[in-house]
């Protein structure tokens, strides 16, 4: 099927099958009209419209300027236009991640790797052998550990911990980020003694004589994590430079960055500028009264480029399901009396909103639980005054709602901010968390559909793989890499492979603000684009994860390359 092209940027009326010759601007020289980039013998999915497209894409600018058969692309070629044969091969357009951590992801690659540890034993083991490499004194951070995974399922102690690492203060975040264990050590360090009271909204786990164990729950961490020792900007830089090059070869293009300060801020400035940012990244500020001051008075920051925007607050109102943060309107099912935490309030959140939305900001708010998500609505709803898509307000994660709050988000126009793989990671014992009725609510993307409402896909990376096509696997088949349960856990809830693929590309754009730059495949809009080795809306569902990368392009540079060292300079 051939595309309808919209005419775009005056001059560019390239590429409708109507048109026999690209026409020429008054004033530019034949040559200026050929295309720098030319993908031929491709199958190209647009996203925008729906369907497929056998041919070639011509990249000018950066820009596309052409899509549709071979022959009409042949016209754009100039000695100077590189051409890359695709053989047949598949294209998407650049794949985004609606709710990531990159500079999150840049530390973590630095860290012990704890996830898949199947006991605390293994824990001990992997950070044990990382302090054999610091010096005395030095702290040791890594992340991933779940008790879930543990023979015991329970929440491990410090003891074990500090007797095997009784030199170096230890960090271990949990793998949903709303816990850490410590040893003795670091508790030193920080200050956590059996005199320690708990912050509202958090917890310091305790033994039968009050002493801590070493486990910090929500808020009890945030306090601990605003004691660490704080990277130097020469670490932000080097280690979010590591998470993009990390990511663009997994074939994202843009990706986000939820809840940062100026740190961080500064860090992606001075790489953009040093041409090191190989992709795209929209930043959320962190929910800080100073940061947000400042901000709001300045305005979002909108890049010419679109390389990096902010122009969105990342707020939280409660923990995550696995630690039993997650605020619940009624008990825990697998712990009578626990409802879980609210770490903020609804007036606080809707204040925050009322001021962005003012400022021409968007707000994202994290809601894991039920009650999380009806006091986030509840505030955003009253924010808004009625239904406004435009506002771009996100619920993070929205991961265990009501039947009726889904409707109503979708109402509201409020987007669904999901994540495919939190689903796979979660379906062993979210069950056991919220019981058969809830969970008609919980990781519900196809009721979001259903209602009409916007799904932008994400992966939370790092809490989860930053790999897009897992999150596209986990999305078509709610299954887990070795294809279990049979059938996907509660398999109404599956998306097609068009619907996930939009979901992680034109709808993740419009969740930025990004729709009209990036998203889909459409003359006019930049060449962001993956080509893929082995078609992953082809091929069979389980072999999507392994479908390899050949080129991820950004801005129609190629950053990334598989078997050479081609990497973009990122401009
Ligand atoms: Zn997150």
Redesign the pocket.
Known sequence: MLPRFAPVLGCLLLGAVAVAAPKLCYGEAPEEDGADLILSHGVFYPVQPPGKVEGSLAVRGGRIVYLGTDTGAERLRTPKTRVIDLRGRAVTPGLIDA?S?LAGLGQSLEQVDLTGAASYGEVIRRVREAARSLPPGAWVRGRGWDQNRWPEKRFPTHQELTRAVPDHPVWLTRVDGHAALVNAAAMKALGIDAAIKDPSGGRFLRDEAGRPTGVLIDNAKGWAEGRLPAPSAEDRRRTLRKAALHCVERGLTTVTD?GIGDGDYRAYKALKGAHELPLRAALFLTDDKALLDAWFARGPEIDPDARVTVRGVKMYIDGALGSRGAALIEPYSDDPGNLGLLVSTGDHLEEVARRARARGFQVGIHAIGDRGGLVALDAMERALGGPDPGARFRL?HSQVLRLQDIQRMARLGIIASMQPTHATSDMPWAGDRVGPRRLQGAYAWRKVLDAHGRLALGS?FP?ESADPRLGLYAAVTRQDLQGNPPGGWMPGERLTREEALRGFTLDAAWSLFLEKEIGSLEVGKRADLVVFAEDPMTVPEREIPRAAIDYTVVDGQVVFARGTSERGSGR
Request: hydrophobic share 35%; proline share 0%.
């Open positions: 709710h951590h939820m993070e939370d809490v």
